[in-house]
């Protein structure tokens, strides 16, 4: 019989709310707030953040 995932291992389930992410001039991708626009975070290696949803 089938099992649901044990709880707290370690992944999200779903899209993270009220952010957005685009990759800035110098490559790396830049985390956005959508409700006010500011800028949050910035990752280095030119990887994007995982499970932020991105900008055209």
Known sequence: MATNPPTGDGHRNGAV?????????NGNYTKRNT????FMDQKKGGDPFKGVRKER
């Not at 709310?17 to 001039?25: G, H, I, L, V, Y």
């Not at 409700?35 to 500011?38: A, F, L, P, Q």
């Open 17 to 25: 709310r009220d952010r957005s992410q685009f990759k800035a001039p």
């Open 35 to 38: 409700d006010n626009g500011r």
